[in-house]
């Protein structure tokens, strides 16, 4: 049997390009307004070492994962591992985290009371929308002592699994990126402290109550599709991301106190 020696080096050679296109060109990765700060100092830095990275800035938490899912961005950095498990079932995706970022503390907040028990009866209280950050906000409550859950719900929580509310509060379910403006609106709200900042609503660290740093399924993950774990310009990126200095101070400085790397230092 003969073998065209050039038409098989033209194959293998298109073959190692079509390989190699799919880690060609700036790194894409899909975020959210309440993450862009440190990641545009990532991007930064990542030029200087010869790394070209683009933020493709999202205003909800669906579309990310359908362009990663789609192949239009390579990586998204929004969401916990918990959200991604619901996402992945509700849309048919299969997405996985590659590496962790930060966790954020969220919180109860009001401009209206300044402690729980000046919540008057029949009081509104904005929760966010999604199921799992949702059932974050009614587990807020219940640690406020302002409702009761069924006992074992955690983070499969529902309204519906309220068994004592004994000031009737009245429970509108708010998107997420939206709590913020809602403030003025209701009594009190579940409160992510970076979109805080960024609407300037409220003094970030005038919660209520936090719920706490010790909670590892809420550290927001870089996620991918399977296949992509050995993109080189992805593990150059987040290596940036999670150990410059220049990143941490941007981290500091935007976040306060109000978060922790997720990755061991």
């Known amino acids: 049997m003969r073998i065209n020696i050039a038409l098989l080096a033209g194959l293998l050679g298109l073959t190692a390009s079509a390989w190699g296109a799919s880690y060609s060109g700036p790194l ?9 700060p440190p990641l545009e100092t990532a991007v ?18 669906t579309a990310p994962n359908v362009s990663v899912e789609n192949g239009d961005i390579d990586v998204n ?25 930060i966790i954020n503390n969220v919180g109860l907040y009001s401009k209206k009371h300044t402690a729980f028990d000046q919540i008057p009866s029949g009081g509104t209280v904005a929760i966010a929308n999604d199921p799992i950050n949702e059932a974050r906000g009614l587990l807020l409550l219940q640690k406020a002592g302002l409702i009761t859950l069924k006992p074992g719900v955690a983070l499969n929580a529902t309204p519906a699994d ?46 209520l109550l936090f719920d706490g740093l010790e909670h590892p399924e809420y550290v927001i993950q870089f996620v991918i ?20 200095p220049a990143v941490r101070a941007t981290m500091d400085s935007f976040y306060g106190k109000l978060y922790q790397p997720g990755w061991s230092q």
């Open 225 to 244: 599709k399977p296949g992509h774990e050995d993109d080189p310009r992805l593990k150059k990126f987040v290596d940036i991301y999670q150990h410059s």
């Open 162 to 207: 309220i068994t004592a509310n004994p000031k009737k509060l009245k429970i509108i379910e708010v998107e997420a990126v939206q709590l913020s403006r809602a403030l003025d609106e209701v009594d009190l709200a579940q409160g992510y402290p970076h979109y805080l900042t960024l609407s300037g609503t409220v003094d970030p660290n005038s919660a």
């Open 44 to 61: 930064a830095e990542a030029h200087k070492q010869g790394l070209e990275v683009k933020i493709i800035e999202f205003t909800d938490w």
């Open 28 to 36: 894409k990765i899909g975020t959210t307004s309440a993450m862009v």
């Open 77 to 101: 950095l929004f969401q916990h591992k918990p959200f991604l498990e619901n996402a992945n079932k509700a849309g048919g995706f299969n997405l996985v985290p590659y590496a962790p970022a």
